[in-house]
């Protein structure tokens, strides 16, 4: 069967300009840059395109996620919507569940995923405290060597023949996630493993060490960035798919504290921060925070919220929720009335008050102060009697 017959027509005309561009090299280069600046465009878009219909939000049932305290808008401030809607999990959020006459919260991911009749429904993973590996799993007993491979990588470290629930037997590499604790198979079947990862051929050994769920140490990488570097490679069942480990010695508890690092810290700019603040920064609201402090020591008011990106929290000098309903430009800074302190005391600005003064501002200030006011005059006078001529 020719390749022609099986593509679509859109892949076929991508194919199509693809081969003129070639032709084109030779024939006219500077019309051949501009048809590949459009492939490139064209590709980015029908790849943005593709992500952002991944999940049709119509045949989601909101109402679940109300069930749980949660809405669409909260979930799409903490920046976990838009993986949710690419059948990703989220990170860890804390869901309140109906017990009775009272609510229990707890933490969870959730994630989107459809059942035998192709409804759009929600999967909740908890967390748990440890992962239960006394239990069998999926049929499968765990040795006390596996668990500890477990315990210490996070994965297997081989395949094995698990049996779902009302299913048939699969080979599966397995693996924990270092959120929730939770026990995740991943079909061996479902895996790709190249032979070729960043710019390196890996020989038959490692390759058939990789497939079996080995670990392998592959050397001279390159980056996206140019440079090279080392790595150990490993199939990790939660990430469905071949992770990067850095540092071998890493082990699953170390990459849980990491994980919890990476969220909302439990005290910013020495301001301790209540569980239900935690929880409001976390789930994308905007706060505003008094009494932190500066790197100088000094007190100062700001609008915060969580960066999910960079796993950071932001800072802002006006309500960003209301700067982005008005339209207005997005202000990155601290409250109107510590702008100049934050400015001079954590990044070494300068002004009127700070100049030939080594102490930092106060809560406020944006003038010398009378003692100050005298210290700049003096560094004057000594400053001209030293001049030479």
Known sequence: MPLSSILTPQVRSYFQLLTCTVSLIY???????????????????????????????????WKQLDDLGLSRERLEQSGELEKMLNWQKSNLLTIAVPFGDTTIYTEACLAFRTDN????????????????????????????????????????????????????????????????????????????????????????????????????????????????????????????????????????????????????????????????????????RTLYLKNMVDKQGQPFNAYVRMDKEQSRPRFYKWNPDKKQETGKGKVVAVAEEHKTQVAVNNHGKTNEASKNVKEPLKTGQTQPTAEQKQKQDENKQKKSRGRKM
């Open 27 to 61: 024939l006219c280069p500077y019309t051949a840059i501009g048809v590949i600046k459009y492939i490139v465009v064209w590709t980015k878009k029908s790849k943005t395109k593709k992500n952002a219909t991944a999940i049709d939000e119509s045949k989601i049932d």
């Open 117 to 284: 009749s192709g409804n759009i429904g929600l999967a909740i993973h908890p967390l748990r405290k440890e992962p239960q590996l006394d239990f069998p799993y999926m049929g499968y007993k765990f040795s006390p060597e596996e668990k500890e491979a477990l315990l210490t990588t996070g994965n297997l470290g081989k395949t094995i023949d698990v049996t779902p629930k009302n299913g048939e037997p699969f080979a599966a590499y397995v693996s924990i996630d270092p959120q929730t604790n939770e026990i995740i198979a991943l079909r061996a079947d479902r895996v790709n493993i190249p032979k070729e990862i960043k710019g390196v051929t890996l020989s038959d050994a490692q390759y058939k060490d990789l497939v079996e769920g080995k670990a392998v140490k592959v050397e001279g990488m390159t980056a996206k960035s140019g440079k090279s570097f080392d790595a150990v490679l490993q199939v990790n069942a939660e990430r469905k798919g071949i992770e990067f480990i850095f540092d071998n010695k890493q082990g699953l508890k170390e990459r849980q504290q990491h994980k919890q690092q990476q969220g909302v810290p439990h005290k910013l700019c020495g301001l301790e921060l209540s569980d239900k603040q935690r929880e409001a920064l976390d789930s994308g």
